[in-house]
């Protein structure tokens, strides 16, 4: 066999490897700074509980670390080396330290564990000394001799951050520091909140269980090409594929056959090129919570953390439930499938507002299949959904983050779903003003169903017209000899009376549907010689036009009334509600921010908490606010959700960094990014159970940050 010459790659265990006396990491100055966030730890904290409450066996693969030995000429160490003293703190390959390896890639992932450990080391070491003495081997090392036996950290981050990590890393901030504000300070905290004393010996273990491919380059090596081999990988898998992958990784190729054969493959035959959009509405209607599209991730993630563990046992029982949704989700994507033509025409009309209901619709529709609810309920339930999203469309309300809110509601029962609905379904009195004054959306639907004409073929039960046209009573732009009367013309109409006139030509009042041929003859014809060809119309709305004897803004106004007085009786508001939703967003479904973006200081517009109008503009505040209340109003959910999740409620100041005193032997800890707030905040409401009467309004900065 012929060997590589420059490059030597082994498979080690990463803690052993960490461990060894002889290991030393310098990360070059080229390299980018240190950025995870907290949601990356928090992945990789949660891949470390799984793999040690697995098998013996089982082990976690973190990935290849590239390095090289360090050479004469490495650094950021050039102003450093002539010196016979290179401090500690310099983030140098110092003098000491002839053998370290030089981190190509793989820093942001082995600072991250190095500030695990240290937050596990700390957690521990006064209390279990043998376990922080190993925690403390992987940490650091002995400086070399004469340095009094002090120790360094085995990892070096460059100069601009070595001082820093250090700091953190051994516990030794100066005066001064406590409130210092740095990625390797936010981590730190956050494995601090999240691993008790008693949970540190089980993430030992699971850290013991983790394995790389250490890839450690010779002298003439091309660092830059293997890095770029290594970080170019092609097209990235999507999120369907990586779902894919994870359900079938670890079986055997018999299982992986049975659960290709007879699972896997019906979903994507069911879903076709929406099978991405399958297991994102899938996840939205299983767990009421919106998910993110994140990159190519967002939705794998959210599988991930649905369902952790899939032996096969439990992979067939969720397979089965995977396969009987995407059957319906195929109906769903094509109405025609459906034999009772009653539903089928309710499936296409919701087809015309897009896919946005459909975890809602999905399961609806998977219990009408299996005989949970009858064909009368489903109906009235898409009657209500109908109206919901075309009474927002009216007066100019968005769509979207509307369907997880309703899912949850759903599954507490009818009565609540109802209230859900009534209370974002905007009220009669604001969709009359919509219609009066602003062009109608959906246009064919709408006037289709006003006119019946579904049993005319005009409908075709996707927002198609068939047979049919739509129809302006007075033109988008009239010639100068188009008249309303047959008397005055559009040339004699003064500025104002054609401005309001052509504001007025996409409203409810100047549209209606007529049969091709009959448009055909009266295209750009005056109201006079339009009458005729209304009259021969079979449309109802159409023919009613032909008792009309004059066209202009006050007929527009008329029949706009008539056809709202129609409309809310088409589409209605369901049950009754004291508040008309706004564009308020329920907590549960605020966005989650990674960081602090621009323009976070002014988020929020308001809060609505139970009632009460809270003048709350960002979600630190909100936070602080949330927590302070619940101490007070109840605290048991608050101490029972801290417990279970580790923090933000601890009996003592632990570490350094933001904390708020809420009495003598409790602080609530601030020091998390908006993100992880947000989520304690909607977790700790969930906890109290009053997360549904918990709203945010968005300010202009929060909608678009």
Not at 422 to 439: A, F, H, M, N
Not at 462 to 470: A, I, N, S, T
Not at 501 to 511: D, E, M, P, V
Request: aromatic share 10%.
């Amino acid at each position: 066999m012929v060997t590589a010459t420059n490059v030597e790659a082994t498979a080690v265990n990463t803690i052993a490897w960490l461990s060894d006396p002889a290991t030393t990491i310098v990360v070059p100055v080229y390299q980018r700074q240190y950025r995870w966030d907290i949601g990356g730890c928090e992945q990789l904290l949660g891949d470390i509980r799984s793999v040690a409450r697995s098998d013996d066996g089982q082990t976690h693969f973190i990935g290849s670390i590239l390095s090289t030995a360090n050479t004469a000429d490495t650094s950021d160490t050039a102003d450093a080396s002539s010196t016979a003293d290179t401090s500690d703190t310099e983030g140098t390959v110092a003098s000491g330290d002839d053998a370290a390896l030089v981190l190509i890639d793989g820093q942001q992932r082995i600072t991250t564990l190095m500030l695990l450990i240290a937050a596990l080391h700390h957690t521990v070491r006064h209390e279990q000394p043998e376990l922080a003495a190993e925690l403390e081997r992987v940490l650091v090392r002995e400086t070399a001799a004469g340095a009094s036996g002090s120790l360094r950290t085995k990892l070096r981050p460059h100069r601009a951050w070595a001082e820093v990590f250090e700091s953190v890393v051994l516990d030794r901030r100066g005066a001064g520091e406590e409130l210092r504000e740095s990625r390797f300070d936010d981590n730190y905290a956050f494995f601090r909140s999240q691993v008790r004393v008693e949970e540190v010996p089980l993430i030992w273990r699971g850290l013991q269980k983790l394995e790389h491919v250490a890839i450690t380059l010779g002298a003439d090596a091309n660092a830059q090409q293997i890095f770029e081999s290594l970080n170019s990988t092609g097209e990235p898998l999507r999120d369907h594929e990586l779902i894919h992958n994870y359900v079938l990784m670890g079986l055997s190729h018999a299982e992986q056959s049975e659960i290709e054969r007879e699972y896997w493959l019906p979903i994507e035959q069911n879903t076709g090129e929406s099978i991405a959009s399958f297991w994102r509405h899938y996840l939205v209607m299983r767990t009421g919570r919106e998910v993110v599209v994140a990159g190519e991730r967002g939705v794998y993630d959210a599988f991930r953390q649905e369902f952790p563990r899939l032996d096969l046992a439990t992979l067939r029982r969720h397979a089965a439930e995977w396969r009987e949704y995407s059957a319906a989700y195929r109906v769903l994507l094509d109405p025609s499938q459906e034999g009772d033509p009653v539903v089928a025409r309710q499936l296409g009309w919701l087809n015309t507002f897009g896919r946005g209901l459909y975890p809602l619709v999905m399961r609806a529709y998977h219990d009408l299949v299996r005989g949970q609810t009858s064909a009368e309920a489903f109906v009235a339930l898409a009657e209500m959904l109908q109206s919901l999203q075309l009474r927002r469309i009216v007066v100019g309300l968005t769509n979207e983050r509307l369907v997880a809110r309703l899912c949850r509601a759903r599954a507490e029962g009818d009565e609540s779903l109802v209230r859900a609905l009534s209370r974002i379904t905007p009220s009669d009195e604001r969709v009359k003003v919509g219609l009066k004054y602003t062009e109608l959306p959906h246009a064919a639907y709408v006037l289709g169903r006003l006119s019946g004409a579904a049993g005319l073929d005009g409908l075709d039960g996707l927002g198609g017209l068939g047979g049919l046209v739509l129809e302006h009573v007075a033109p988008l732009a009239p010639g100068d000899g188009w008249s309303g009367d047959g008397v005055r013309t559009w040339a004699d109409y003064g500025d104002d009376e054609q401005n309001s006139a052509r504001a007025l030509a996409q409203t409810l009042g100047n549209l209606t549907l007529l049969e091709e041929p009959l448009a055909e003859r009266a295209f750009d014809e005056s109201f006079p010689a339009k009458r005729p060809l209304y009259a021969a119309s079979e449309v109802p709305l159409t023919a009613e036009l032909a008792s009309v004897e004059s066209w202009g803004t006050a007929a527009i106004a008329a029949r706009t009334v008539e056809l709202t007085r129609r409309f809310l009786d088409v589409w209605r508001r369901p049950g009754t509600a004291l508040i008309d939703d706004d564009n308020l967003t329920p907590i549960l479904d605020a966005v989650r921010r990674r960081g602090w973006p621009r323009g976070w200081e002014r988020e929020y517009e308001y809060v609505e908490y139970r009632g009460e109008h809270w003048e709350v503009y960002d979600v630190k505040y909100l936070f602080n606010r949330v927590f302070k209340r619940l101490w007070a109003d109840a605290r048991p959910a608050v101490i029972a959700f801290s417990d279970r999740r580790g923090g933000p409620i601890y009996d003592a100041r632990a570490w350094t960094g933001h904390w708020d005193e809420l009495d003598e032997s409790h602080f609530l800890y601030l020091g998390w990014d908006s993100k992880y707030m947000l989520t304690a905040v909607q977790g700790v409401l969930e906890e109290a159970g009053i997360a549904s009467e918990v709203f945010v309004k968005y300010s202009y900065f929060g909608a678009v940050m």
